[in-house]
């Protein structure tokens, strides 16, 4: 038997192809005698991520946020370490579906003490009424192009991605980071996310199922960034010293260079 492949030809009206771009590619073969040719075109897009509209968001109704000790949800611009950003892109530290949740929040911080936890635009406590877009509506796109499957357990002493290549990473269940996991990118938890000893996320964390919970319990834990967490029945308990804070940088450093949201959709097919 005598076979191979004479040309793999790619091509773009670009020379440093982007989204929206075209890209061709012809395959040139052989088998003993015959010959045969295949193009393809393509259109180079990405998948969309939704602006954030807090530090913490609740799309849907009847929201818990359970606070206890030091935590902080800040929705003040920081830079992709965390600190305060001199570009003014202040967002609420909570964005809430109804002026009747937004009601109910507020009078369980003031009655909890917690209600200089909550700061960013609009004063403090600093929770908004805002139409958020449920992660259900987007998220399974994201999900199937995920780097990283988790099932459901605890991990440590991980690292996913870094600041030039973040990741996306899905857990399906419920799941605990205990100690040393540090994230750069996406990270989509379908159950509860428990966190306990020192986890630092940078970037954007969607918390959903049919009863989404983020729950710290111990430790250093910080997410740089925002949390999304759909569903119905959502609760977003923090305890200790973790942090929650928007950054522009650290949101638009997932959609400009998370190559798992690139994809590519087949326009023509010629043999």
């Known amino acids: 038997m005598d076979c191979g492949i004479d040309t793999v030809a790619i091509s773009s009206d670009s020379a440093n192809p982007t989204i929206g771009d075209t890209i061709s590619v012809t395959v040139k073969a052989w088998y003993n005698d015959k010959r045969k040719e295949a193009s393809a075109k393509v259109v180079l897009s990405r998948l969309t991520i939704p602006p954030l509209k807090a530090a913490v968001a609740f799309p849907g109704q009847n929201p818990v946020l359970d606070l206890n000790g030091a935590p902080l949800i800040d929705g003040n611009n920081h830079d992709y370490n965390g600190n305060l950003s001199s570009v003014s892109n202040d967002l609420p530290g909570v964005a809430v579906h109804s002026t009747t949740d937004s ?54 002493s991980v690292i996913f991605g870094s600041k030039d290549a973040p990741v996306i990473v899905y857990g399906q269940g ?7 996991v540090v994230g750069h990118g996406i ?74 949201l690139l994809t590519m959709s087949l326009i023509s097919w010629f043999e």
């Open 174 to 180: 419920d799941l605990k980071f205990s100690g040393g």
């Open 187 to 260: 990270l989509v938890i379908d159950g509860t996310l428990t966190l306990s000893g020192n986890f630092f996320w940078y970037g954007i964390v969607y918390v959903v199922g049919p009863s989404p919970e983020i729950f710290n319990s111990v430790g250093t834990n910080r997410i740089i960034g925002g949390v999304v967490l759909g569903g119905k029945d959502k609760t977003a308990r923090l305890r200790g010293t973790a942090d929650i804070k928007y950054s522009y940088e650290a949101v638009e450093n997932v959609r400009n260079k998370t190559k798992s």
């Open 103 to 156: 009601v109910n929040i507020v009078q369980k911080l003031y009655n909890d003490k917690q209600e200089d936890h909550v700061i960013g635009f609009g004063g403090i406590p600093s929770v908004q009424v805002s139409t958020v877009d449920d992660p259900s509506i987007f998220i399974d796109p994201i999900t199937a192009s995920a780097d990283f499957h988790l099932a459901a357990g605890t991990y440590s």
